[in-house]
């Protein structure tokens, strides 16, 4: 009987630490991210840094997001994100992917107040929107 508590509480101590660690390794996404900078696909003369108030965010809800371009909602529904192990993208490193709306898996780099959000790769057409956490 004591043999089978100590395994018990063993598991049951085990099983804490496991939800702990997978909890704190979830990235905070929480709140409204602005456009700073967009990467690729420029158009000669056009500046591609964004100012604060440009109307270009997301905001980000537990599981759900909506997307605003020029204070206009332009999309919104649910997303996953997942850890990847430093996937090359560009000349930068993605650190997790995203999902919208169980769509097209999109790579990032998230840090506490930078989100790049890769879609594709510059090369080939793609872009690489910069935005920051308000």
Same mark, same amino acid.
């Given at each position: 009987?004591?043999?089978?508590?100590?395994?018990?509480?063993?598991?049951?101590?085990?099983?804490?630490?496991?939800?702990?660690?997978?909890?704190?390794?979830?990235?905070?996404?929480?709140?409204?991210?602005?456009?700073?900078?967009?990467?690729?696909?420029?158009?000669?003369?056009?500046?591609?840094?964004? /100012?604060?108030? &440009?109307?270009?965010?997301? #905001?980000?809800?537990?599981?759900?997001? *909506?997307?605003?371009? =020029? !204070?206009?909602?332009?999309?919104?529904?649910?997303?996953?994100?997942?850890?990847?192990?430093?996937?090359?993208?560009?000349?930068?490193?993605?650190?997790?992917?995203?999902?919208?709306?169980?769509?097209?898996? /999109?790579?990032? &780099?998230?840090?506490?107040? #930078?989100?790049?959000?890769?879609?594709? *790769?510059?090369?080939? =057409? !793609?872009?690489?929107?910069?935005?920051?956490?308000?």
């Amino acid at each position: 009987m004591k043999n089978f508590l100590r395994l018990t509480l063993s598991a049951v101590m085990l099983f804490t630490i496991i939800s702990c660690e997978k909890k704190s390794g979830t990235p905070d996404l929480n709140g409204t991210w602005e456009l700073r900078h967009v990467a690729g696909i420029q158009v000669a003369g056009v500046d591609p840094n964004f /100012k604060p108030g &440009n109307g270009n965010f997301f #905001k980000f809800e537990g599981e759900k997001f *909506e997307k605003f371009n =020029d !204070g206009k909602k332009a999309d919104s529904g649910t997303f996953v994100i997942t850890p990847e192990d430093n996937v090359p993208v560009n000349n930068s490193k993605a650190n997790y992917s995203i999902s919208f709306n169980k769509g097209e898996k /999109k790579y990032v &780099n998230l840090s506490d107040k #930078k989100l790049v959000i890769f879609d594709g *790769e510059i090369a080939a =057409d !793609g872009t690489e929107s910069t935005f920051e956490k308000q």
